[in-house]
T-cell receptor
Framework: AQSVTQPDIHITVSEGASLELRCNYS??????LFWYVQSPGQGLQLLLK??????LVQGIKGFEAEFKRSQSSFNLRKPSVHWSDAAEYFC???????????FGKGTRLHILP | SAVISQKPSRDICQRGTSLTIQCQVD?????MFWYRQQPGQSLTLIAT?????????ESGFVIDKFPISRPNLTFSTLTVSNMSPEDSSIYLC?????????????FGPGTRLLVL
């Protein structure tokens, strides 16, 4: 069965600094990979997704993620964070065998002014 | 994309009672999902609800505790039965807009439930 690991529970960066959130997955075949963001009191919003093709995926709000099969990783990056990026970020994995998506435990991003 | 609404947005309930959560989508979708997000935790899939068939429950979740209805392609309900404080969570519905997980799941705003 597929699984997702987000090793960092909390990350704190200064506004304007670069960001990288880590995500590792476990699945025997090519996975479908997602990053979602959940702002306080808000629902989940899809930032980006990877299905196939170019391993560098561009998303909304200036985020990007890179799929690295050799490392089983799908890390999320942003070159310069804004205070409004403070939220919980979830990495998720799906398969082409069913329509389930399995979520990681999330990384809470804090932004220092 | 899809616009998903949930009712109620939040509720406080007494132990032993039941609450039915509604999920409405602005377009017809085949697959709907119900998730639970316990305080400070990630999302856990409760069940998959396809119109015209019984819901499929994940390990650890049973129909008697979380009965689901899916009467049409735009609506679903999840009932949390005989509630206990451990059921205090955010319950989210989501829809798959494509032909499988290769497409995109959109999430509702969630129903925040507190059981006393």
């Amino acid at each position: 069965a597929q699984s997702v690991t987000q090793p960092d529970i909390h990350i704190t960066v200064s506004e304007g600094a670069s960001l990288e959130l880590r995500c590792n997955y476990s699945y025997g075949a090519t996975p479908y990979l997602f990053w979602y963001v959940q702002s306080p009191g808000q629902g989940l919003q899809l930032l980006l997704k990877y299905f196939s093709g170019d391993t560098l995926v561009q998303g909304i709000k200036g985020f990007e993620a890179e799929f690295k099969r050799s490392q089983s990783s799908f890390n999320l990056r942003k070159p310069s964070v804004h205070w409004s990026d403070a939220a919980e970020y979830f990495c998720a994995v799906g398969t082409n065998r069913d329509d389930k998506i399995i979520f990681g435990k999330g990384t809470r991003l804090h932004i220092l002014p | 994309s899809a616009v998903i609404s949930q009712k109620p947005s939040r509720d406080i309930c007494q132990r032993g009672t039941s609450l039915t959560i509604q999920c409405q989508v602005d377009s017809q979708v085949t697959m709907m999902f119900w998730y639970r997000q316990q305080p400070g935790q990630s999302l856990t899939l409760i069940a998959t609800a396809n119109q015209g068939s019984e819901a499929t429950y994940e390990s650890g979740f049973v129909i008697d505790k979380f009965p689901i209805s899916r009467p049409n392609l735009t609506f679903s309900t999840l009932t949390v039965s005989n509630m206990s404080p451990e059921d205090s969570s955010i319950y989210l519905c989501s829809v798959d807009m494509g032909q499988g997980v290769g497409e995109t799941q959109y999430f509702g705003p969630g129903t925040r439930l507190l059981v006393l």
